[in-house]
């Protein structure tokens, strides 16, 4: 309960001026429950095979500290940097995108290149995380509106996708990070670029496996565009081509617009509003985040 209490408690600091409701603080205690149930962990709950040849490949270790901690970056500025430069294709898997301005502007500055980007994401059916669900759900048609060489898919079927992965060339990024507000400006976060052939095409090949295989219903959102390829405007905003409403029964559309009006309640915290200013923009590494 110390726990719980000491969480909620700096929500205000954090620009979260809404009280826990009861089903909240709930899924809190048990979050905490498990976290005091592991004082000191060791080992790994999976073990994965080694490879049979070893893999050598150049990498750097990037993090970012907590807001509570001080913010320490130099994960989002390594992000931000291999996107906004990269000249070969991007593969990006992740599972919440909810995009502040600075990452829009990193691949607006790829699509002037001409990189290709393909995004895979969850779709509302295969989500964990609604609420950022929700907020995507609305951003989608805008971002393939302001990034022209981006292309969506979405996971329809078959397991939760989970991966937070980016794939340029030779350069791979795994880590912790999400295309969110969370990960960027919040959280605490780690991850490893590395520098592989080998690597970056294990990572693509994976990725378009994922794409291609018929058991994950893999759907490409589309917005319409005019007969010079720019999107097709109606009172100014991008009109769906494909979305949503081609995958989802009608209950599960039904069931997403009831709780869709939680978008506002995101967007008007803030956090978040300071979160997705367009003037904040971060470009070099705040702080030793890296090692």
Do not use: C
């Not at 909620?8 to 620009?15: D, F, M, Q, V």
């Not at 509106?145 to 981006?150: E, F, H």
């Amino acid at each position: 309960d110390r726990l719980v209490q000491a969480a909620l408690k700096r929500l205000p600091a954090e620009g979260v001026n809404d009280r826990a409701i009861e089903w909240q603080e709930t899924k809190l205690r048990e979050l905490a429950l498990e976290l005091v149930s592991y004082p000191t962990l060791r080992g790994s709950y999976y073990t994965a095979q080694p490879p049979t040849e070893p893999i050598r490949a150049e990498v750097k270790a990037v993090d970012r500290a907590s807001r509570a901690a001080g913010g320490a970056d130099s994960l989002t500025p390594a992000l931000l940097d291999a996107l906004s430069k990269a000249d070969h294709p991007i593969i990006i898997e992740n599972p919440y995108v909810m995009m502040p301005p600075m990452f829009i502007s990193a691949l607006k500055n790829a699509a002037e290149k001409g990189t290709p980007i393909w995004l895979l994401t969850p779709s509302p059916e295969r989500t964990d995380s609604m609420l950022s669900q929700i907020v995507f759900m609305q951003d989608w048609p805008q971002l393939l509106a302001d990034i022209p060489t981006l292309r969506i898919f979405v996971i329809t079927a078959g397991g939760v996708l989970h991966a937070k992965k980016i794939a340029s060339g030779p350069l791979v990024f795994v880590g912790s990070a999400n295309l969110d507000p969370l990960s960027a400006f919040l959280n605490s976060e780690n991850g490893f670029v590395l520098w592989s052939n080998g690597l970056a095409e294990t990572a693509r090949n994976s990725t378009l496996t994922r794409i291609n295989d018929p058991a994950n219903g893999v759907v490409e959102y589309r917005i319409k565009r005019d007969s010079q390829g720019a999107p097709a405007l109606v009172d100014g905003k991008p009109e769906d081509e494909v979305g949503p409403r081609d995958h989802m029964t009608e209950q599960q559309w039904q069931d997403f617009l009831k709780v869709a009006p939680l978008a506002d309640r995101v967007r008007g915290t803030e956090f978040y509003k300071n979160a997705m200013d367009p003037s904040r923009v971060l470009t070099e590494p705040v702080g030793d985040g890296g090692r």
